[in-house]
């Protein structure tokens, strides 16, 4: 009985180290999901960022027309890294809105000069208010809204090649 008192603090140790490691090989998800997907945009009103574009405004989402809005900023890197993908979206015929994230207008007009431009609109949402009503927890992140204003589909994290398919079927799927 004694010898195996000894062990215990060894296999105490072991099997916290082991479970230690498990948690280090497989870490949580910690992806944020927007509880909005499947329900209506909440109600806000952004001026432009841009002298060139309009800003945006829930209203316009009722048009029949489905759309993607890209949340964004200038400083981002990878929303540098998705501006072709957006660009090849736009190309198909989607249309896309932007939320500028904590930005100014200089710097989203030089972003869209280095980078293209496949804004119908971008709205300044300059203390990201309406980033976090619609559950977004970081940039870029996107969202396809059908043509009532209703969120159907939420993409986080820069968009790449190969969602692009998977996006223009959302859109089509929206109308």
Not at 21 to 40: C, E, N, Q, Y
Request: hydrophobic share 45%; aromatic share 6%.
């Amino acid at each position: 009985m004694k010898r195996a008192l000894l062990w215990a603090p060894l296999l105490t140790f072991v099997l916290v180290i082991g479970i230690a490691a498990v948690a280090l090989l497989k870490p949580a998800d910690r992806t944020v999901k927007s509880a909005l997907v499947g329900k209506p945009l909440p109600a806000f009103a952004l001026p432009p960022i841009v002298a060139t574009k309009p800003g945006l405004a829930t209203t316009s989402f009722r048009d029949g027309q489905p759309r993607l809005v890209n949340v964004f900023a200038s400083w981002c890197i990878p929303c540098m890294a998705e501006a072709p993908q957006l660009l090849e979206l736009k190309q198909a015929g989607v249309r896309i809105e932007g939320i500028a994230i904590r930005d100014t207008g200089p710097a989203i007009a030089d972003f869209l000069a280095r980078n293209g431009d496949p804004y119908e609109a971008i709205g300044s949402d300059p203390e990201s208010r309406v980033q976090l009503s619609l559950g977004s927890s970081g940039v870029p992140e996107s969202f396809v809204i059908d043509g009532q204003g209703k969120i159907v589909l939420q993409h986080i994290g820069d968009i790449r090649g190969d969602d692009v398919p998977a996006i223009l079927d959302a859109i089509r799927s929206a109308q």
